[in-house]
């Protein structure tokens, strides 16, 4: 019972991230980084410290009794995954709700699931796995091979994307993804997949804080709120300096009180982006309470969002007018990379 309740906390979240950027379809006359960082307030600074409240009401206690090497730590990680989540949603704008997500997240979860390992091969830890684990037993190698299958994934959804990239003329490549660029998008996501990986790591640095939480008698289930407070200070910072620089240099301060926009609706639009966003964390800080922190949780979460996304997608048409080959092609690699968690979870339930 408590697994499936695990995955299905993961499919809220996972439903909640690969949805979020919808409401940002419907702001009108904003530039890209006015909207975005009114829905990373929501996002980073104020629904974070709400839940908080009201699942973990002590959370500013065990916040102020953290060692500051595990606060710097953990912030040190949000402003690395800051940097995934600002060109997250740069690889959206460029390649579309299917493709963008299924390159950007299928690196995530590879890095995600892999890195934390290597980590604890250096710096042993009780209960974690190290990189030595997964080379050197069965089920270690399964979840390597896994790992495998999901990068193959990536690159088979990056040549549909090329495919699709040839087959469309540029007027309807603007109609499904207004700003489509193939070349930009893949570079931008690749980088956004493995800086989006730094949020696992993070999590691993504020796990004092978690085990502070449960020992203080809060539910296990929320113990992650406490974490995510800190850990999306660093987001924040990222986000917030570079989209005040691009206001300066686009000369774009003006669109917050444009009133020739609907600024109430696009107030509204990106607040409500900002926390569905933080929703998919608030998820899966449950379910990994009920599965665990390892590779297993995070690519079911990174999984749930691919399929959501690449749902969207399909809403959008964002695969419409390309050739049968193409679509083939897509589908091949967002079912490689659903296997491939299918593969990472068989490894872990061997362990």
Same mark, same amino acid.
């Given at each position: ?104 997240? @299928?690196?995530?979860? +590879? ?5 934390? !390992?290597?980590?604890? $091969? &250096?710096?042993?830890? /009780? %209960? #974690? ?55 930009? @998008?893949?570079?931008? +996501? ?5 800086? !989006?990986?730094?949020? $696992? &790591?993070?999590?691993? /640095? %504020? #796990? ?76 899966? %800080? ?66």
């Amino acid at each position: 019972m408590q697994i499936i309740l695990g995955v299905i906390f993961h499919y809220i979240g996972g439903f909640a991230s690969g949805s979020f950027y919808m409401p940002f379809k419907k702001v009108r006359g904003w530039h890209w980084e006015n909207y975005w960082i009114i829905g990373g307030l929501f996002s980073w600074l104020i629904v974070p410290p709400l839940a908080a409240w009201l699942t973990v009401p002590g959370f500013a206690e065990i916040i102020r009794h953290t060692s500051s090497a595990t606060i710097g730590y953990t912030i040190l990680f949000g402003v690395l995954w800051g940097f995934g989540g600002l060109t997250y949603g740069l690889g959206v704008r460029y390649l579309g709700m299917s493709l963008g997500n299924s390159v950007v997240l @299928g690196f995530c979860s +590879a890095f995600g699931a892999l890195v934390p !390992s290597i980590y604890y $091969n &250096f710096y042993p830890a /009780a %209960g #974690k796995t190290t990189f030595h684990d997964l080379v050197s037993t069965s089920w270690g190698r399964i979840v390597l091979i896994g790992v495998i299958v999901c990068l193959a994934g990536i690159y088979i959804c990056g040549r549909a994307g090329m495919m699709k990239e040839k087959e469309l003329p540029d007027t309807e490549k603007k109609k499904s993804v207004a700003e489509f660029n193939l070349t930009k @998008g893949l570079v931008v +996501a690749i980088f956004s997949g493995i800086m !989006s990986a730094c949020f $696992n &790591f993070g999590i691993e /640095a %504020g #796990k004092p804080m978690a085990e502070a939480a449960v020992s203080a008698g809060f539910n296990p289930l929320y113990q992650n709120n406490v974490i995510y407070i800190v850990l999306l200070w660093g987001g924040l910072a990222t986000n917030f300096i570079w989209c005040m620089m691009l206001n300066a240099r686009n000369k774009t301060f003006g669109d917050y009180t444009d009133k020739k926009t609907p600024l109430s609706k696009n107030y509204l639009f990106s607040a409500l982006a900002g926390t569905t966003w933080f929703l998919q964390f608030f998820f899966y %800080g449950m379910g990994e309470s009920k599965l665990g922190n390892g590779a297993s949780s995070w690519i079911l979460h990174m999984a749930f969002i691919i399929l959501t996304a690449n749902m969207w997608g399909i809403i959008l048409k964002e695969w419409k007018g390309v050739s049968r080959k193409t679509k083939t092609t897509i589908t091949i690699g967002i079912a490689a990379i659903l296997v491939s968690v299918l593969i990472v979870g068989y490894g872990n339930a061997l362990k």
